[in-house]
Nanobody
Framework: VQLQASGGGLVQTGGYLRLSCAVS????????VGWFRQAPGREREFVAT????????YYADSVKGRFAISRDTASNTDYLQMDSLKPEDTAVYYC???????????????????WGRGTLVTVSS
């Protein structure tokens, strides 16, 4: 399974970005795709997750109401729409995939077996 995140960039406070995560390879048993982020000097933290069917979503409290996760089943691409961005959202964002089922919500790094390279989001004040 391969994941490719894209869409990062530099944006001002209050702005928006949409991240994409293209999932490919042996994806038949994929259960969920999650987004995580890691700011400089900080541990990786959970952002949001969505089941492969798109029927369930879950968000970290810090992004709830500002970020929206979705997926396009036809293209096997997951999206993270990020609105009302704040400087504290600055981080490298990673997408990850979980095979088979699990206890929902899947919000720990170890819940995910496959990871893509990150994309940098910088929010200027």
């Amino acid at each position: 399974v391969q994941l490719q995140a894209s869409g990062g960039g530099l944006v001002q406070t209050g702005g928006y970005l949409r991240l994409s995560c293209a999932v490919s390879g042996r994806i038949d048993s994929t259960y969920a795709v999650g987004w995580f982020r890691q700011a400089p000097g900080r541990e990786r933290e959970f952002v949001a997750t969505i089941t492969w069917s798109g029927s369930l979503t879950y968000y970290a409290d810090s992004v709830k109401g500002r970020f929206a996760i979705s997926r396009d089943t036809a293209s096997n691409t997951d999206y993270l729409q990020m609105d009302s961005l704040k400087p504290e959202d600055t981080a490298v964002y990673y997408c990850a995939a979980r095979m088979s089922g699990g206890t929902w919500p899947l919000r720990k790094s170890y819940d995910y077996e496959y990871w893509g390279r990150g994309t940098l989001v910088t929010v200027s004040s």
